[in-house]
């Protein structure tokens, strides 16, 4: 291959598309001139990690999917195979009727596949589990035909009741993408969700036939990176220019204009159209290392997670979203006599944070984590890290927008796109996407 590619984006997917185009595990011997350029003066997009009291702790996304290939592969392929760190706890609690609560057992992505061990764990209450019970005993059948997609809210309430999507569903799901399951595709986000709900009978059932149980012998739930997500980076782009690729940040590109057979950067088309009708959510992550004996020592799992509907009495919704125990989820991270907290706030429907100072973030997440949780005492350091319009959010029927896109850019020529708004927004998912892309001009 010959020419000059132009990556515009130095995010995880342009880096990986750079990485495929210069050859991947195998150097081209003939590759094209490939340049990234990246508006800001960083590559690496939300994955960022800073210095906290000598540790390096990440300040975006703090793991990946072990279970999806592609980030291990690429990890493999530029040398951090052996910087590969497994989780150390599993388990997670929900904010429920005054208070935490740990999550069931025998649930995917939050949606119950059994119902004693949800009705057991007392997040769903009397109500809740009768509605739940209904699923297993007298299935609610479904008033419509096989659609294409459906919001995912909406889907899991008619037959499993709505304390489900509230307490479970909207927390685990509609958390990764900072928004809301009422309206979030079922097709791109939960596909098996979508298989479900076109069986016949109970719900629950019709999951654990589409999700099987993980094999316990397979690789760990989730990775992280000794030396943070940012090492990943760091290596890729300088694996890259050893290849004599040219990675140039602070290098903002406006669209683009086709001449010919061959581009120029400015303009915009339909795809850019179509992109454009895609809803970003901004989140803020706020760091704190504080002494150990602040945190009561029964707390469950990795972390905890606030349903977007459940308020404080007086004193209006939550703005804390989730809380991770970094140093309880990550081996590497523990230190003796400390721990490490994590507080996210923000979603498609909240953006307070947005207005906050970074101290009034601080002030606000410690003060309802000491509500929330117990804890008490003062933090010894807090970082906070704003993520602004970074979380795409997939309505309904967003794959057909997402194949809109790919088909316009496909009739242009030359031309690919990749990254978080279209087929997943995991760390995987943004490099399947770039290499794809890469694969697609090639």
């Known amino acids: ?148 997609d459906r919001a995912i809210g909406p889907l899991v309430a008619r037959k499993l009741g709505r304390r489900v999507v509230d307490q479970l569903a909207d927390p685990l799901i509609g958390g990764i993408h900072a928004g809301t399951v009422d309206d979030m595709s079922a097709a791109a986000v939960f596909p098996p969700l979508l298989a479900a709900a076109h069986r016949r009978g109970s719900l629950m059932r019709a999951l654990r036939a589409e999700t099987p149980e993980p094999d316990p012998d397979g690789p760990p739930l989730f990775w992280a990176i000794e030396g943070g997500m940012e090492t990943l980076v760091d290596a890729v782009s300088a694996a890259l220019e050893r290849r004599g690729v040219r990675l140039e940040r602070s290098n903002a590109v406006g669209g683009l204009e086709r001449e010919g057979n061959s581009w120029t950067l400015t303009g915009s088309n339909e795809a850019a159209a179509l992109l454009a009708s895609i809803e970003y959510a901004s989140v803020t992550v706020v760091t704190f290392r504080a002494p150990d004996d602040c945190l009561p020592a029964d707390l469950y799992g990795t972390g905890f997670l606030v349903p977007r509907r459940s308020a404080r009495k007086g004193r209006g919704p939550w703005a804390v979203t989730a809380c991770t125990y970094l140093d309880r989820k990550w081996p590497h991270l523990a230190r003796e006599g400390e721990v490490l907290l994590r507080a996210s706030l923000g979603r498609i429907d909240d953006a307070r944070a947005e207005q906050w100072t970074d101290e009034d973030c601080a002030a606000r997440s410690w003060e309802e984590l000491g509500a929330l949780t117990g804890l008490s005492g003062e933090p010894t350091e807090w970082v906070v890290v704003r993520h602004p319009q970074a979380f795409p959010q997939y309505r309904v029927h967003h794959l057909l927008r997402t194949a809109g896109v790919e088909a316009a850019v496909a009739r242009l020529g030359g031309l690919a796109v990749a990254g978080s708004a279209y087929r997943g927004v995991g760390i995987p998912a943004c490099i399947a996407s770039g290499r794809a892309a890469a694969r697609a001009v090639s």
Do not use: N, Y
Not at 70 to 84: F, N, P, S, T, Y
Not at 112 to 122: D, H, I, K, N, Y
């Open 1 to 148: 291959m010959t020419g000059r590619v132009v990556v515009v984006g130095g995010g995880i997917s342009g880096l990986a598309a750079a990485w495929e185009l210069s050859g991947g595990s195998k150097p081209r011997s003939d590759p094209p001139e490939i340049v990234v350029l990246e508006s800001s003066d960083r590559l690496g997009g939300m994955l960022r990690s800073d210095d906290l009291a000598g540790r390096v702790v990440d300040m975006g996304a703090d793991g990946f999917l072990g279970r999806r290939p592609e980030a291990v592969q690429l990890c493999r392929e530029i040398g951090l195979e052996d910087k590969l760190v497994p989780i150390a706890a599993r388990g997670a609690s929900v904010w429920s009727r005054g208070r935490l609560r740990v999550l069931p057992e025998r649930h995917v992505m939050g949606i119950p596949t059994r119902f004693w061990p949800t009705a057991r764990s007392g997040v769903l209450g009397i109500g809740g589990s009768m509605a739940l019970a209904r699923d297993a005993l007298l299935p609610r059948p479904d008033v419509r035909g096989p659609l294409g």
